[in-house]
């Protein structure tokens, strides 16, 4: 039988077997700047992926800048270390409030509700310098997390929502904009800081090295991780001499803080986020594709497109729902390591290691520089591997960097403590972009639902983490630092066994076979 060619009035044409608009043949035709030109759906979707990046770099930005403001937020609202880390608390607490929002990105316009969150962001961005009541800057922090964390949820949704099973690329630069924005965010802050911080009773200063070092074990447990990092940015930062120290020791002469400046820079920038996508208010966030089920009847002709759903192998609910709580968990690992390195590793290259307070902080530098290279590269190196492989690849080099850190630091191994904390940075840094786009790809779509699970337990890490290690590296050895990381990265080994495991028994949810039936 000939294929007969079937035209309807919106330029839709059905030749035989197959399905041709103006918009699919432009896509097959020519280049990305043709498809650009000559592909609404196309033009939209790199439209809104400039929006999402634009606002994944804010995210990291006034993540950035949470660390290197917090002394000059103890000025302002008059509190020592101890009290002040309320903040921060507040902050992560905000951060799980705010992940729940994504049961409500699914019931609602999800271009209004990123632009909603961006905006009311930047406003509480804007009200934090400001607010020099210690109740009132608790309150400011736990809404700023609660808006960065629905921020943070959208956008990731949004993301796999744009792009689908193409989005792997896609959202591995959009971590690499985070870290972008987390890397010059402080950069900004610095030259509105104060040239001197407040430091609370029990501050002890190391002559030798001129620097300031907070007894932890005047810290309360349930500080959140950026406490320790505002911790180590002050030791980094401020240099005096003994002279200058309060008979007290409790506050140094004070310089008038400019960190509003930041602030309203920082606020700006987020909430010209949030006014982008108002833009797109009026338009689904779903975009035109040919996954998409198209009924298309025609007055002329009786013609009708039936699309079904299959998958290569049948999947219970039971075991997709496992599969989410597993990635739940891995989450969960990936920020107590990501973050437990972070945190802890200037400190243990103070008291373990005995290096100065300088190479101390470089270390850290080390290791987010090269944990940004690593997602630079992902952008690349997922386009020619397989999701599992890489997550194989890199959990195994994981293990590998923490056990040889670890004996290198038995042995008290300069070098070798250099080369693993960069080798440990690169190591992780495309594993969560990489295990959420797998299981977008083959468990269940990442959108609001699930993005808050995902977000919600990765959240736990830096609640769970920085308790457990300053009790150990306190009471016992610095050594336990090594010993709980190199733990959560074989726990992560195992939660990789398990998405191998369910990857053999869950169906991709996105194979859609179209069948198409032109009767004349």
Known sequence: ??????????????????????STEATKTGGALYKYRNNSSYRRKIQLSGCIGYLAFTLGW????????????????????????????SFYVGRIVGSLSGVLYDRCNKHAFLATVCIANGITVALIPWCSMFELMVTVYLFHGAFA????????AASFSVWGRASLVFYQAYQFLVSIGGILSPLVVAPFLGKSAHFPMGTDFDESNGVIVQNTTSLNS???????????????????????????GSELPIEESKLYIAYCIAAVLVSMSGILFIVFCKTPMEPESEEDEIFIQSKENSTKMEIETTSERDSSNMARNFAIFNICVFSGLYTAVELGM??????????????????????????????MV?????????????????????????????SVLLVCAYYFSDIGVWICTGAAGLSISILFPTAISWTNKAIAP??????????????????????????????????????????????MLFTYLVMVWLGKKSSPHLDIVHKVECDK
Request: proline letters at 3%; aromatic letters at 12%; one cysteine or more.
């Open 62 to 89: 006034v993540k950035g800048q949470v660390g290197p403001s917090f002394p000059d937020i103890l000025q302002i609202t008059g509190t020592d270390l101890e009290r002040g880390s309320a903040f921060i608390t």
């Open 222 to 248: 349930s500080n959140s991780v950026e406490l320790s990092n505002a911790i180590y940015t002050v030791m980094a930062n401020v240099t005096m001499n003994r002279s200058a120290v309060d008979a007290k």
């Open 149 to 156: 964390a629905a921020m943070d949820v959208g956008s990731t």
């Open 1 to 22: 039988m000939e294929p007969t060619a079937c035209n309807n009035e919106n330029g839709v044409s059905l030749l035989g077997n197959g399905i041709q608009t103006e």
């Open 374 to 402: 690593g997602r630079l590269f992902g952008i690349v190196i997922v386009k020619f591997f397989k999701s599992l492989k890489l997550l194989c690849f890199s959990m195994i080099m994981s293990i590998i960097s923490f």
């Open 446 to 491: 990442v959108l609001g639902t699930v993005s808050t699970l995902i977000f919600v337990t990765s959240y736990v890490g830096p609640f769970i983490n920085p308790p457990l290690l300053s009790f150990l590296m306190n009471s016992y050895d610095y050594m336990w630092f090594c010993y709980i990381l190199l733990l959560e990265c074989v726990l």
């Open 342 to 371: 972070g945190n802890f590793l200037t400190v243990f290259c103070l008291r373990h290691m005995k290096w100065s307070k300088l190479n101390s902080v470089f270390a850290v530098s080390i290791f987010y520089l090269l944990f």
